[in-house]
């Protein structure tokens, strides 16, 4: 069987893109890492993707806040088409600054901010799936996802949580410990049709067993690993 095509936007500054296009080959997807620039100017490639992931990272080196510049390329460039894209009925992830894209694209509702702590965190975090999420990059994940933290401005923000939550777009909440004092502990959210995923914690970093620090000591299993939600994503995106 063919891998799924698969489109990963990455900006100047990015580092993750080429582990998010690892967790998507071993997901049975077939991935093109595009810079943003390259994509507005041959749109082409999100056309042919069946599904897209914008990349973590600190795109132009987060200046001016974080994803901003990134955000500024991706409405002024493919806003259009990237809602046409989720039209389609194509499932589309953003991870740390690229959830701070979407948010700022208004793919996603509400906004992150300065950490409560006000300073730069990096750690593991365990996940829970919401009891009530519509996300296909969810779907068949009921045990907790263990994946690291990279941020300083991670805090989600949204004045109505409690309404997120009854219509499913409450993704993820952490379970560990709330790195940066989220509300109501939301570590990820969906768009209404549950194709659009935003989360601040890196699943790409933790798809084989040996990524995680307590492996040696029977920690983060298989049960546990990010590449799940690639597989899920994956999955969908073949049987649309």
Same mark, same amino acid.
């Given at each position: ?39 507005? +100017? ?41 809602? +046409? ?17 979407? !948010? ?30 519509? !996300?296909?990059?969810?779907e068949g994940i009921d045990d907790p996802i ?6 300083? +401005? ?27 004092? !989220? ?58």
């Amino acid at each position: 069987m063919s891998g799924v095509p698969a489109l990963v936007i990455a900006g100047p500054g990015t580092n993750r893109d080429r582990d998010v296009a690892t967790a998507l080959k071993l997901a049975g997807a077939e991935p093109r890492i595009v810079l943003a620039r390259e994509l507005i +100017e041959s749109p082409r490639h999100l056309h042919d993707a069946r599904l897209a992931v914008v990349a973590g990272g600190f795109s132009y080196a987060d200046s001016l806040g974080a994803g901003r510049m990134l955000a500024l390329d991706l409405t002024l460039g493919l806003g259009e088409r990237l809602h +046409e894209f989720v039209d389609a009925g194509r499932p589309l992830l953003g991870i740390c600054n690229g959830f701070q894209v979407l !948010s700022r694209t208004s793919l996603l509702p509400g906004s992150l901010g300065h950490n409560a702590q006000g300073r730069f965190d990096c750690r593991w975090v365990v996940l829970d799936r919401a009891t009530k999420s519509n !996300s296909i990059w969810l779907e068949g994940i009921d045990d907790p996802i263990h994946c690291p933290i990279a941020h300083g +401005e991670g805090r989600y923000v949204h004045p109505d949580p409690e309404s997120l939550d009854a219509a499913g777009q409450v993704a993820l909440r952490y379970r560990s410990t709330n790195p940066n004092g !989220s509300v109501a502990d939301i570590a990820g959210v969906s768009d209404p049709s549950g194709l659009v995923l935003g989360l601040m914690p890196h699943p790409e970093n933790n798809i084989v067993a040996r990524q995680h620090p307590h492996h040696l000591r029977g920690g983060g299993g298989p049960a546990h690993l990010g590449l799940r939600m690639f597989e899920a994503g994956v999955a969908h995106a073949r049987n649309a």
